[in-house]
């Protein structure tokens, strides 16, 4: 993806396009650190533009800027993995709660059109589409929860999920979700039972959790079992 020719549109969002596909696919693995220089050459442009489009994939969660080192594509701990589990549960949770008895048939109308688009994205094979997505159907709630404060917290979660999902596709070795990994999810929200659905939301943000865990500690035991096996320098 990296090695594709830029064509004259947005420079910048091009290359947020190019780098977010990278980053989600693991082209750009975890933790490596991304070098200006080098990736503007590889591009064939310019630096301003590749600034920019790293500022707003730091400001998305996917690049983290460290000071005296440079910046590195965020890596996701079993922390990590665990805070966003339980962060997200509560957030989507309550947010149902908000919205329960505001339930609109524009409301209806815009999560089936959205988890057609989630679909046509699973069809296609296409990984970044359908985490995208998936983002944004799960961000409908907040979106009509009428709750700054909700929403920015859902903002800031984006990134982290983004991560998380990538991670979570690695570990159970799938491009894409399953097609019907929603459709539970609709029907619940739909329905009639506030109490069913934030039961389902409990169980489908649950699904694959252990294993998506058990991928990220067998990561994180690699890296450090390479950490520790490189040749320290000798004074």
């Not at 600034?51 to 996917?62: K, P, S, T």
């Not at 440079?70 to 997200?88: H, K």
């Not at 539970?184 to 009639?192: H, N, V």
Request: with cysteine; charged share 30%; aromatic share 6%.
């Amino acid at each position: 993806m990296l090695s594709s020719p830029l064509k004259r549109q947005t420079l910048s969002a091009q290359i947020v396009t190019l780098l977010r596909h990278a980053v989600l696919t693991g082209e750009l693995e975890p933790g490596s650190q991304v070098i200006e220089n080098a990736l503007a050459l590889r591009l064939g442009t310019s630096r301003g533009p590749l600034r920019e489009a790293m500022r707003q994939l730091i400001d998305e969660g996917l690049l983290i800027s460290v000071p005296y080192i440079g910046t590195r594509v965020v890596d996701i701990s079993l922390e990590d993995v665990n805070d966003i589990y339980a962060m997200r549960t509560c957030l989507e949770q309550f947010a149902f709660e908000q919205i329960w008895d505001r339930r609109s048939g524009d409301f209806e109308q815009e999560l089936l059109r959205r988890n057609d688009i989630l679909k046509k994205a699973i069809d296609q094979g296409d990984h970044v589409a359908a985490i995208e997505a998936e983002l944004d159907l799960h961000g409908l709630v907040y979106e009509h929860a009428n709750n700054r404060i909700l929403k920015n917290s859902w903002t800031g979660l984006r990134g982290h999920l983004q991560m998380y999902w990538a991670a979570h596709r690695r570990a159970h070795g799938t491009s894409v979700p399953k097609r019907e990994s929603h459709d539970d999810y609709i029907r619940f929200a739909l329905g009639d039972s506030l109490g069913a659905m934030q039961d389902n939301l409990r169980d489908h943000m649950r699904l694959g959790l252990e294993t998506t865990k058990a991928f990220v500690e067998s990561r994180s035991a690699l890296k450090e079992q390479d950490h520790n096996q490189k040749p320290t320098r000798r004074e």
